[in-house]
C-alpha cells in the first residue's frame, strides 16, 4: 500500500488479515465473570443515564398531542420544514458527489497531489466554531471579503447574502459542505485504495477505459461505502446545528431555520421546551428508517470486516 | 493545475478570512480592502494579554477548554475500552445488545437529544458545571470508541489472552498489560477523536455553561456576536488562536485518525 501514504494512515484495521472471532477456551470462569461486568458496568452507567433517561425523558415532554397542533400550524415550523428537507437534500447529496469526485483526484501520484490533499482536510481539522464565524463575517453584504472581491474584480455590488431567505440557505448550505466535505473525501479515498490494484491492471490488459473501470470496479466495490456514507451523513446534517445557526442564524425573520436549530430557539428563546421537543420529534418518521437501515449495514459491515 | 488552484481558493477562502481580519485594525475591518492594509499582530497581543472587556477570563476560559478536552478524551479511552475488552475479549453474554447500544447513540444526532440533556443536567445539580459538559460528550464520543476498539481488538490474536490465563492472570492483569499496550494505535485515533470533538463541540457547552468563569472559549467567542459592535478583529484572532491546537494535535495524529474512520464498511 505505498500510495496509502499520501494521507499516510497505517490503516490496520484494512490491512492486516484478521484472524476469525472465538471464544475463549472453556469460556469465563466465576471470578472472570464477574470482571466482564465490572468492565462492562462504567459504559452501561453511562448510555442509561446520558442517552435512555433523555431519550425518555424527552418522549414524555413531547407526549402531549395539543403541542404538535400548536407546532404544525406555526408558519415558521412550516417553513423550517422545507428548509431541513432542502438543506438534507442539497448539502448531503452535493457533498457526498463532490467528495466522489474528489477521492478519485486524490488518487494521483505526485507531490503535488500529495501537499493539495493537506491543505484539503483544513476545514475538517479546524475547529467549527471559528471558520463559522468568520465565514458569518466573510458573507456580510457591506463589508464581507467575498463581496469586495466581487466588487475588486467586477466592479459590481454582490448581493447581500444573509438578508433574503434563499441566499442565507444557501450560505448555510454552502459553509455544511466546506466544513465536512474533506471528511468524507478521507473516507471514499481510503475505500478506494483499499481496491486491490490488480484489479486495475487485469482491466488495463483487458482494454478497460478509465470509464469502463469506474462501473465494473470501482462503482460495485465503492457502492456499499458510499450509500453507508449518504446514510451517515443524512443523519448527521439533520442533527446539524453549528452551519445554520452561525451563518443565517435562522434570520432574516425566521425564514431559514431547520428543525435542529428551530429546538433550541423554541426551547431557550421562547422557553418553551416542550414545543421544542416537539419540533424535535417532528423529524422522527424520516429518521427511524434510516437509522434502521443505517444500523443493519454497519452491523454486516462490522461482521465482514 | 487549473483545478488544483480552484481546490485550494475554495479551501483556503474562509481561512484567509480569518487571518486577514485578525491581521487589521479595528477600522480597516470596515473598508472595502481583500488584504490588510497595514497588517499588525496587535489583535493578538490584546488576546494573550486579555486586554479587552470580553477577554478579561481568556486564559481561563482556554483553561476550561483544555480540562474539557483532557477529561473527554481520558475517560473515553477508559470507559470504551473497558467496555470492548468485556465485549470483544472476554465475550461476556449479551455483550452485542452493548455494542448495539453504542452503535444506536452512534447514529442519534447529539442536538436532538440537548433539550432533555439540559433538563436532567439541572435536576443533577450540574447546571453551570464543566463535569455536565464532559458527561454529554463523553456520551457521544465513546459509541465511536467501541466500535473502533472492538475491530481493531480482531486484529490480535486471542492466544495472547489464553496463554496469560492459564499462567494465572487475572482479567485486570490482561488488560493492563495485553489488550491496552497491543491497542495502542487505536487508542490514539480515539483519543484524538474525543479530544477534537470536544474542542469542535458548541451546542452542549452553549446551553451548558453560562458564567463568564465556566464558559469554554468557544462559548466567549459567540458571545461578541451578539454585542452591538462586534470586534472582528479580536474575535478572529481569538479564533486562530482557538484553532492552533488542534491543527497541531491534527497532523500530528492524522495517520491513525483515518485509519480508524474508514470503518467497516471499506471492504463492501
Known amino acids: 500500500m505505498a500510495s496509502a501514504s499520501v494521507i499516510g494512515f497505517s490503516s490496520p484495521a484494512v490491512a492486516r488479515r484478521i484472524a476469525p472471532w472465538r471464544y475463549l477456551q472453556g469460556g469465563l470462569k466465576g471470578s472472570e465473570y464477574n470482571w466482564a461486568i465490572a468492565f462492562l458496568v462504567p459504559y452501561v452507567a453511562v448510555f442509561l443515564t446520558f442517552v435512555v433517561y433523555p431519550a425518555f425523558y424527552g418522549l414524555w415532554m413531547g407526549s402531549d398531542p395539543s403541542l404538535y397542533t400548536e407546532l404544525f400550524s406555526d408558519p415558521i415550523y412550516q417553513s423550517t420544514v422545507v428548509n431541513t428537507l432542502l438543506f438534507i437534500g442539497i448539502a448531503v447529496n452535493l457533498k457526498m458527489f463532490c467528495a466522489l469526485l474528489m477521492s478519485g483526484f486524490f488518487m494521483r501520484r505526485g507531490w503535488w497531489v500529495k501537499a493539495l490533499l493537506m491543505i484539503y482536510v483544513l476545514p475538517w481539522a479546524v475547529p467549527a466554531l471559528p471558520t463559522f464565524i468568520s465565514i458569518h463575517w466573510m458573507l456580510n453584504g457591506e463589508w464581507g471579503l467575498l463581496n469586495n472581491a466581487i466588487y475588486q474584480i467586477f466592479n459590481v455590488d454582490g448581493p447581500s447574502w444573509l438578508n433574503s431567505r434563499w441566499f442565507a440557505l444557501g450560505s448555510a448550505i454552502y459553509s455544511h459542505i466546506w466544513k465536512w466535505m474533506p471528511f468524507w473525501t478521507v473516507i471514499l479515498l481510503a475505500g478506494r485504495m483499499a481496491i486491490p490494484q490488480e484489479l486495475y491492471d487485469a482491466a488495463k490488459v483487458d482494454g478497460a477505459s478509465g470509464w469502463r473501470q469506474f462501473v465494473h470496479i470501482n462503482f460495485p466495490l465503492l457502492a456499499n461505502l458510499y450509500l453507508i456514507c449518504t446514510l451517515l451523513s443524512t443523519i448527521f446534517t439533520l442533527g446539524d446545528f453549528n452551519s445554520v445557526f452561525f451563518i443565517s442564524g435562522g434570520g432574516p425573520a425566521n425564514s431559514t431555520h431547520v428543525l435542529a436549530t428551530l429546538g433550541i430557539r423554541d426551547a431557550f428563546d421562547l422557553a418553551k421546551p416542550r414545543l421544542g421537543v416537539a419540533a424535535v420529534m417532528s423529524a422522527l418518521p424520516l429518521m427511524i428508517p434510516v437509522v434502521i437501515v443505517l444500523m443493519r449495514k454497519l452491523r454486516t459491515a462490522e461482521v465482514q470486516l | 493545475m487549473a483545478f488544483g488552484v480552484l481546490v485550494v481558493v475554495w479551501t483556503l477562502l474562509p481561512l484567509y478570512n480569518m487571518v486577514m481580519v485578525a491581521l487589521e485594525s479595528h477600522g480597516d475591518v470596515f473598508t472595502d480592502a481583500i488584504w490588510p492594509p497595514h497588517p499588525s499582530f496587535a489583535s493578538f497581543w490584546i488576546v494573550v494579554t486579555e486586554g479587552y472587556w470580553y477577554l478579561e477570563f481568556f486564559w481561563h476560559q482556554f483553561g476550561n477548554s483544555l480540562y474539557v478536552g483532557a477529561a473527554v478524551t481520558i475517560l473515553t479511552l477508559l470507559i470504551g475500552s473497558l467496555a470492548s475488552f468485556s465485549i470483544g475479549r472476554m465475550r461476556i453474554r449479551y455483550g452485542w445488545l452493548v455494542s448495539n447500544a453504542a452503535l444506536l447513540t452512534y447514529v442519534i444526532p447529539a442536538s436532538f437529544l440537548a433539550i432533555p440533556f439540559y433538563r436532567i443536567m439541572q435536576n443533577y445539580g450540574l447546571a453551570n458545571n464543566l463535569w455536565s459538559v464532559i458527561?454529554?460528550?463523553?456520551?457521544?464520543?465513546?459509541?465511536?470508541?467501541?466500535?473502533?476498539?472492538?475491530?481493531?481488538?480482531?486484529?490480535?490474536?486471542?492466544?495472547?489472552?489464553?496463554?496469560?490465563?492459564?499462567?494465572?492472570?487475572?482479567?485486570?492483569?490482561?488488560?493492563?498489560?495485553?489488550?491496552?499496550?497491543?491497542?495502542?494505535?487505536?487508542?490514539?485515533?480515539?483519543?484524538?477523536?474525543?479530544?477534537?470533538?470536544?474542542?469542535?463541540?458548541?451546542?452542549?457547552?452553549?446551553?451548558?455553561?453560562?458564567?463568564?468563569?465556566?464558559?469554554?472559549?468557544?462559548?466567549?467567542?459567540?458571545?461578541?456576536?451578539?454585542?452591538?459592535?462586534?470586534?472582528?478583529?479580536?474575535m478572529m484572532a481569538t479564533a486562530i488562536v482557538y484553532a492552533l491546537p488542534p491543527l497541531a494535535i491534527y497532523y500530528a495524529f492524522r495517520g491513525r485518525m483515518t485509519a480508524g474512520l474508514t470503518m467497516g464498511g471499506v471492504k463492501g
Open chain 2, 135 to 234: 458527561f454529554a460528550e463523553v456520551t457521544f464520543a465513546t459509541p465511536y470508541g467501541i466500535f473502533i476498539f472492538s475491530q481493531y481488538g480482531r486484529s490480535i490474536p486471542i492466544e495472547l489472552d489464553e496463554s496469560a490465563r492459564i499462567d494465572g492472570a487475572s482479567p485486570i492483569q490482561i488488560y493492563f498489560h495485553i489488550y491496552l499496550p497491543m491497542m495502542a494505535p487505536a487508542l490514539v485515533a480515539v483519543g484524538t477523536y474525543a479530544l477534537l470533538l470536544a474542542w469542535n463541540e458548541y451546542l452542549y457547552q452553549f446551553l451548558l455553561l453560562s458564567s463568564k468563569r465556566s464558559m469554554t472559549v468557544p462559548v466567549a467567542l459567540a458571545q461578541f456576536l451578539n454585542s452591538d459592535e462586534a470586534p472582528w478583529n479580536y
